[in-house]
């Protein structure tokens, strides 16, 4: 796929939350990518997408949108085509009342996908884009070649949860679940407060992540319909969970990246993927918590590259044996 031509046909996006509006972007950053919006699975998707090659799908978690890749995706764009979307619920992507378990935010990602013009792809998902590439890779594994998986113990469902009580640095970390997982009151508790709660979590998370950017994400869910919608995933918990049950069943065949952070999950991340995938290799970034997109991108890229090498090939000899037939 040629994506300076097949991009021509989707409508740009712009404001707030696109590549346009993103403060302090790499060098270079939007003469590579371009923000727009596809149609998919019945949602109008956001994703900025840049660079040339194999497709490569970048899947943000809480409470972040694509703008969680930005260290990245240059580098990557290199050899791929980085497409990094907002989930439903997030950013300038639709914020329909329903639709938040992973199955069809999975669907979601496949129809966008198509819409590209890519068969197959390889996929990053971190945290809550954990669990929506891992619905990807059990429920689509025609066409997902490499799973790189980082930063929760497992999607839910796949591992024992943890009990009611647990230890208080634990409960720290997983309290938001629960607390997000109630309709209408989180908001009620939020609103007005979003400094107070989201700027919490990045700190309690690991922090690493400079107040500018913390500024940049509270911005986008500071507004009724975004800030609902960023709680989707967590409410739709009980069928993500059915689903992930059902899943567990046949485990990934696709080679899986485990990727945890020093200072948050560490290798918990390879243990728990290592029970729904048959071919696992983890990799602990040093020194980061569990933004690690953001904190440790020298170390990522690096994990990514080395991860990715045999997909790129792939595409490189299957491309070349297209072009002398």
């Keep these: 796929m040629n994506p300076s031509t097949n991009l021509e046909r989707l409508a740009i996006a712009d404001g707030r939350g696109s590549v346009t509006d993103a403060p302090n972007l790499p060098a270079g950053f939007t003469d590579t990518f371009v923000s727009r919006y596809i149609d998919a699975n019945g949602v109008r998707l956001h994703a900025v ?9 970048l899947v943000h978690g809480w409470p972040e949108n694509w703008y969680a890749w930005r260290h990245l995706m240059p580098e990557l764009a290199k050899r791929f085509t980085v497409i990094a979307v907002d ?17 069809t935010v999975a ?12 068969d197959r792809f390889a996929v990053v998902g971190h945290d809550t884009g954990f669990a929506v590439s891992y619905a990807l890779g059990a429920d689509h594994p025609d066409r997902v070649a490499r799973l790189a998986l980082a930063e929760i113990p497992g999607a839910p469902g796949t591992t024992p949860p943890p009990p009611l009580f647990v230890p208080s640095q634990v409960n720290d970390k997983l309290w938001h679940i629960p607390f997000n997982r109630a309709v209408g009151l989180p908001e009620q508790l939020i609103a007005g407060r979003e400094d107070v709660y989201f700027g919490y979590e990045f700190a309690v998370q690991g922090g690493g992540v400079a107040q500018e950017v913390i500024d940049y994400y509270i911005g986008l869910v500071s507004d009724p319909e975004s800030l609902t919608g960023s709680l989707g995933f967590y409410r739709a918990f009980d069928e993500t969970v059915a689903q992930n049950q059902e899943r567990a069943a046949r485990k990934l065949q696709a080679p899986v990246l485990a990727i945890g952070g020093e200072r948050s999950y560490g290798e918990h991340v390879a243990e728990a993927t290592s029970v729904v995938a048959e071919d696992v290799e983890g990799v602990v970034i040093f020194g980061a918590g569990h933004w690690v997109a953001e904190e440790a991108p020298e170390q990522m890229l690096e994990a990514l590259n080395r991860f990715l090498a045999p ?12 072009s002398v037939r």
């Design 311 to 322: 997909y790129a090939a792939e595409a490189s000899n299957v491309a070349h044996v297209a």
């Design 107 to 118: 669907a979601d990602l496949i129809a966008l996908v198509d819409a590209l013009g890519f």
């Design 49 to 57: 997408i840049g660079g040339e090659g194999p497709a490569l799908l």
């Design 87 to 103: 989930q439903r619920g997030v950013g300038l992507s639709d914020k329909p009342a329903t639709g938040y378990d992973t199955g």
